[in-house]
């Protein structure tokens, strides 16, 4: 009897996927990703990494599926709504049910398990909504849930003794000590997420998405630089996204593309680098090297030489700029 075990890379699916081994059932391992994975662990392209550790560890098969572009249509219109941000979770799960769908046609699997823990998670979690999940995936009966089977309905692959049963368990609500004293005495000491995450749960993101939505410019290149910087909002066409600290400066180098234009003191200034994303004239330019001197290192000085270039050119253009004041930068500032 094969499985197709869902692995986010967190402690939940680790102990499904571990306790499910353990009964004796071969497993290959799915996880997703996208620009919206939240992880102590982060790769370029969303909670891989955890996974990847994950599946060597219980030395299974790995497949890694790149959503980020499925996910972010139903982030623009998800069909079950948002939760208490721009979290579109039964949408996304019904996404990641169709790959593990997929997946077991592939692997000639028979059933899918995942680390989901019944009322743990406000939106996704609940018994109606895990039942409408598996109708519209495809998957109806199909999914065991290892942590909670006892206190749901008996999946398909319990009622057909393709598991044992007395093995399973019975952990529901939200707390976690029930699951953090299971992984000690499977002997699972090294989870780097606990509890997963998303950044489209997280506050201050969503507004920033949505700020991006509003103007119509929500695309993968523009989610990348929502995650780095400080954000201000120049004109509909145009916004700048400040460097807090060196290893930001070098990720906005590494985000720019054509046509952006990239701002940063001259080498006698300690200062950020800024990225300008846009359709940028004379005033939008000037306003960036302002913003951006008002980060620099004035050392008393009124006014700051900000050099700037548009990409991927590399002609460097100079403007020496006194910093914006604070009343208009709240104003700019997403």
């Given at each position: 009897?094969?499985a ?12 499904a ?91 000639g ?8 823990v ?23 009966g ?36 029930e699951?953090?004293?299971f ?5 699972v ?20 998405l ?35 600290n ?11 593309r ?7 003191p001259?080498?006698k ?47 460097d ?18």
């Open positions: 009897m094969k197709i075990a869902l692995i986010s890379g967190g402690l939940d699916s680790t102990l996927a571990k306790l499910i081994k353990n009964l004796g059932i071969e497993l290959v391992c799915l996880n997703t990703v996208s620009p919206f994975c939240l992880c102590n662990h982060p790769s370029s392209t969303g909670c891989l990494h955890g996974a990847a550790q994950v599946a060597k560890d219980l030395g299974l098969k790995l497949i890694s599926v790149n959503v980020s572009k499925e996910i972010l249509e139903i982030v623009k219109k998800p069909r079950h709504g948002y939760g208490s941000n721009m979290n579109p979770c039964i949408d996304c799960r019904i996404l990641l049910f169709k790959k593990a769908k997929d997946a077991m046609q592939q692997e699997a028979s059933f899918v398990i995942t680390g989901e019944l009322g743990q998670r406000p939106m996704s979690q609940k018994l109606n909504t895990m039942r409408l999940i598996e109708k519209e995936s495809g998957l109806e199909l999914v065991l849930r290892p942590l909670s089977a006892k206190v749901l309905e008996p999946s398909i692959p319990e009622k057909q003794g393709w598991v044992m049963k007395d093995k399973l368990l019975a952990i529901s609500g939200r707390g976690r000590r699951q953090i004293a992984a000690r005495e499977l002997g000491n090294d989870y780097p997420c606990p509890s997963g995450g998303c950044l489209l749960t997280d506050p201050e993101f969503s507004k920033r949505k700020e991006l939505m509003r103007h119509d410019q929500l695309d993968l290149d523009n989610v990348w630089l929502l995650k780095v910087g400080r954000h201000f909002r120049l004109s509909d066409k145009v916004k700048l996204v400040v460097g807090r060196e290893k930001e400066n070098e990720r906005l180098l590494n985000l720019a054509g046509d952006d234009y990239l701002f940063f001259n080498d200034l300690a200062g950020p680098t800024s990225l300008g994303r846009g359709i940028f004239n004379e005033e939008s330019i000037r306003l960036s090297c302002s913003i951006t001197s008002r980060y620099c290192d004035l050392n008393s000085a009124a006014n700051a030489d900000i050099i700037y270039r548009k990409v991927p050119g590399t002609e253009k100079l403007l020496n700029v006194s910093p914006i004041e604070e009343k208009e930068l709240i104003g700019l500032r997403v």
